[in-house]
């Protein structure tokens, strides 16, 4: 129904910034709420942003809350998670979800997401 192509990996020094994309295919990405979650090494996948059909609903992680920002462009297919004054903490792979069925409660855990993007490695240097 959607594939999701991420954004090549980064590297950035501590307290930088970085950008996030994630590309959907598809004629009906306007309908799926989104999602940002992370892995790093020895961790499980955790939640890290999610947002709706439109930029009315959006929700972050408290690890992550007044640094990163999520955001669509409908007209684009594409989803962003702007990320800012990162930490060594926050390396670890992104992944881009996807949901067809939105709810008015933000989605955070992986089992509410059907469809995955392939991972960009984010490497934050301290």
């Known amino acids: 129904q959607v594939q999701l192509v991420e954004s090549a990996r980064g590297l950035v020094q501590a307290g930088g910034s970085l950008r996030l994309s994630c590309a959907a295919s598809?004629?009906?990405?306007?309908?799926?709420?989104m999602g940002w979650f992370r892995q790093a090494p020895g961790k499980e996948r955790e939640f890290v942003a999610a947002i709706g059909r439109s930029d009315g609903i959006i929700y972050y992680a408290d690890s992550v809350k007044g640094r990163f920002s999520i955001s669509r462009d409908n007209a684009k297919n594409t989803v962003y998670l702007q990320m800012n004054s990162l930490k060594p903490e926050d390396t670890a792979v992104y992944y881009c979800?996807?949901?067809?069925?939105?709810?008015?409660?933000?989605?955070?855990?992986?089992?509410?997401?059907?469809?995955w993007g392939q991972g960009t490695q984010v490497t934050v240097s301290s």
């Open positions: 598809g004629r009906t990405f306007s309908r799926y709420c």
């Open positions: 979800a996807a949901r067809e069925f939105c709810t008015l409660v933000p989605a955070t855990q992986t089992y509410e997401y059907g469809y």
